[in-house]
């Protein structure tokens, strides 16, 4: 299969390579695809149909898997990913207010990327934080008690 000219054909190179390697193990599709997503950055149509036609499965399978999973992307992501926790003890304590605050900030919804692509908000469930909450994960990292703009300013120039 000759994919399309939008990526570097050495991305797709590399793909092929993972699959070669994952496709005899028990499971292999959301580890190739896993994979394929830090390979490309997000996983559009045409990296999906190239690991359904390399492993002979229906398209339409890994389209399912792609969008059960919240892991996974459609679209391109930033370079940074701004959870925000929606789970009960972040919502009742202000997560409405700190999505209303990125937004605003940010110039994004939950889903958006900035036009720079270096923040993608989306929202998740309960982080295991919740004594902080409401709480946003960036990496590595949870932020607690985020409760005024300037603070989530302070926060975010630290991400260049
Ligand atoms: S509900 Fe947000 S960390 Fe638990």
Redesign the pocket.
């Known amino acids: 299969m000759t994919p399309s000219n939008q990526f570097d054909n050495k991305l797709f190179e590399q793909l092929h390579a993972v699959i070669q390697e994952k496709k005899d193990l028990q499971n292999p599709v959301i580890e190739i695809l896993r994979i394929a997503q830090e390979i490309f950055g997000y996983l559009p149509i045409e990296v999906q149909e190239y690991i359904a036609k390399e492993m002979n499965i229906p398209a339409s399978k890994i389209y399912g898997i792609v969008t059960f999973y919240n892991f996974f992307s459609m679209k391109p992501r930033g370079k940074y990913i701004v959870n925000v926790?929606t789970?009960?003890?972040?919502f009742v304590k202000g997560a409405p207010k700190l999505i209303q605050m990125l937004s605003e900030h940010l110039g994004i919804e939950i889903g958006g990327t900035t036009p720079d692509n270096r923040f993608t908000m989306t929202a998740v469930r309960?982080?295991?934080?919740?004594s902080l909450?409401p709480?946003f994960v960036i990496g590595e990292e949870a932020f607690g008690r985020v409760d005024t703009k300037d603070k989530l300013v302070a926060i975010l120039e630290r991400f260049k």
Do not use: E, L, Q, W
């Open positions: 926790c789970g009960t003890a972040c309960c982080v295991g934080a919740c909450a709480v």
